[in-house]
């Protein structure tokens, strides 16, 4: 059980402005039924401030508290105020929310972003830089490239399961997680999400785990008399035999396969897991 704020629980159980605007001026949309749950934000204008906001959505609790509660912060603003609003305000002024359910303040967020992109004609880009390349990264939740970077970037996020706490990216078959890795590294490291790399093919997953094997792993093992010799890759699993000095030790069994696989991991893909034959 999610351990909610009172706050959580108030717009939860009486949410505020419910329903449908209908002859709103901006109306932005997150999320998809597919993936499990969407918002429909609509928004009145009156000159440049948002004189009324309502919201549609279809989720749990922490989705309609969410929804709710942004529709609280933007009314009265102007449209350059509740453009700087980002999903940590609406789970900050919520009084937090659990981890796991941080990406329904996210979905807030970007139903308000997708709606005031409308207002300033598509150019909402231009006014908080966010580079345009958006690729989708997760095929599971559509989640775009543009999305997790954001997420990292207003939120901190460190670590593969906190972008899936954000975005529900990698919360399914996993396949993407690679690539959320690669999107954390490039990010961390300071550089342009043109550098974050393109997922390998199979081919050239194979070929880059043997070279890896062969140029890193197999140097550092003949230091201590061992070797590793690799019999399979199918997919992420590879398997592998070790050789020399590494034979019959089974507790050095157990810290080559960890050694070989976070190498591996480190190197080519974070899903990657080792099998020793
Ligand atoms: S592609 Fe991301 S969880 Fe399936």
Redesign the pocket.
């Known amino acids: 059980m999610w351990d909610y704020s009172e706050k959580v629980l108030d717009h939860y159980r009486n949410p505020r402005n419910v329903g449908k605007i209908d002859n709103a001026d901006l109306i932005g949309e997150a999320g998809s039924l597919a993936c499990g749950d969407s918002l429909k934000l609509y928004l009145k204008l009156d000159g440049n401030k948002i004189a009324d906001a309502k919201f549609q959505t279809f989720g749990c609790g922490s989705a309609v508290a969410s929804s709710s509660i942004l529709t609280e912060m933007i009314i009265g603003k102007t449209l350059d105020e509740a453009k700087k609003i980002t999903n940590k305000d609406i789970a900050e002024e919520l009084g937090g929310l659990p981890q796991e359910k941080m990406h329904c303040s996210v979905m807030g967020h970007e139903a308000l972003e997708d709606a005031l992109k409308k207002y300033y004609g598509g150019k909402y880009e231009e006014n908080t830089p966010v580079e345009t390349s958006d690729k989708i990264?997760?095929?599971?939740?559509n989640?775009t490239e543009n999305q997790i970077w954001e997420a990292i970037k207003i939120n901190n996020l460190k670590t593969v399961e906190e972008v899936t706490n954000y975005t529900k990216?990698?919360?399914?078959?996993?396949?993407?997680?690679g690539l959320i890795k690669d999107i954390i590294d490039t990010y961390y490291k300071g550089l342009n999400k043109a550098e974050i790399k393109e997922p390998l093919t199979a081919t050239q997953k194979i070929l880059k785990i043997s070279k890896v094997i062969e140029q890193q792993i197999s140097p550092e093992l003949q230091k201590d008399g061992g070797d590793i010799e690799l019999i399979d890759i199918d997919g992420n699993k590879v398997k592998v035999k070790l050789t020399g000095m590494c034979q019959g030790c089974k507790n050095a069994q157990m810290t080559l396969k960890s050694f070989v696989e976070s190498i591996l991991r480190d190197k080519v893909d974070t899903n990657i897991e080792v099998e020793q034959v």
């Open positions: 990264v997760c095929t599971c939740f989640v990216a990698g919360g399914a078959c996993g396949r993407c997680k």
